[in-house]
């Protein structure tokens, strides 16, 4: 159960951030972020109210506020090191938060088989290598690097707060539910910065009325990174983190093979190799 959890967390991610990278070419990647939550925010409301999962409440919920303040951090370090680029190098990187959930795992007692070791060290490789890494060409500002390693930090612990917010199922819904008010409250501030010092918030072109077209899809973005964290969080309780994040962390992955999919973009060799070596270390992984 585990593995299933986890790789459906990866297939939710890469989608979402596939979905989430076409609409911020034309919208506010903070728009993006804080509209797309918004819409979460009120499904996750729903149900927790028509599955009573207020009941569930407790100390725990602190993870899920954790998670929630972490996560808008993160992702303005990820775009703000991929707007210094080069992409080549940030998007790999920032995979790398996958350490977090791990040591995490290591620190209380999981020790992972050597057929699972293996399949760890291969899967992580071909993640990295699936995201297309600059081996050569432009250097790369300090700054963007030091962003993108506080992206994935906060990206990987992002993984570690919500898989320690609930036990239960209601319990879930409810954390996943606190996470993301958190979520739009921190975005929605910056949001507001942002607008005060003369950012665009809507679309350039076409304005409101782009934004309500988007809506739909919008949607989908918000709820399938939902459903992501829900997956990760019930493959986390069910098996061995160590697995569970690694499994997880394969959405550059799927991010990659839909761009190849609906946009038609050329995998490079390298992009061909790593998503070969994920599926090698998934394989060792669910089978160790």
């Known amino acids: ?29 903070l728009t993006v972020v804080v509209v797309s939550q918004s819409i979460a925010t ?25 998670a929630g303040l972490v996560g808008p951090v993160a992702m303005l370090a990820f775009y703000k090191a991929l707007a210094l680029g080069p992409m080549g190098v940030v998007s790999p990187l920032g995979s790398l938060g996958v350490a977090v959930p791990v040591g995490v795992g290591l620190v209380l007692g999981e020790r992972p088989g050597l057929l699972q070791f293996a399949g760890i060290l291969v899967a992580v490789a071909g993640v990295v290598l699936a995201g297309g890494p600059q081996l050569k060409g432009a250097p790369v500002q300090r700054q963007a690097v030091l962003l993108t390693l506080l992206a994935a930090f906060g990206f990987g612990a992002v993984m570690a707060l919500i898989a320690e917010a609930s036990t239960t199922l209601t319990g879930l819904f409810l954390a996943l539910f606190v996470q993301r008010v958190t979520n739009v409250a921190a975005g929605g501030a910056a949001l507001l910065v942002s607008a005060r010092r003369g950012a665009p918030v809507l679309p350039v072109e076409g304005g409101p009325a782009l934004l309500v077209r988007a809506l739909p899809a919008l949607a989908f973005v918000g709820l399938a990174d939902v ?29 990659a093979l839909a761009a190849r999919g609906v946009l038609s973009e050329r995998l490079r060799g390298v992009q061909a190799a790593g998503a070969g070596l994920a599926l090698i270390g998934t394989v060792l992984l669910a089978t160790g």
């Open 227 to 255: 459903a992501a964290n829900g997956t990760y969080s019930m493959a986390a309780q069910h098996g061995p983190v160590t697995v569970a994040a690694v499994l997880a962390s394969l959405y550059p992955v799927v991010t």
């Open 42 to 66: 009120v499904v996750l409301g729903a149900i927790v109210l028509a599955t009573g999962g207020w009941s569930e409440a407790g100390p725990q919920l602190w993870f899920a506020v954790g």
């Open 1 to 29: 159960m585990t593995a299933l959890f986890a790789l459906a967390t990866s297939l939710l991610w890469g989608l979402a951030d596939f979905g989430g990278g076409l609409l911020t070419r034309r919208t506010p990647a």
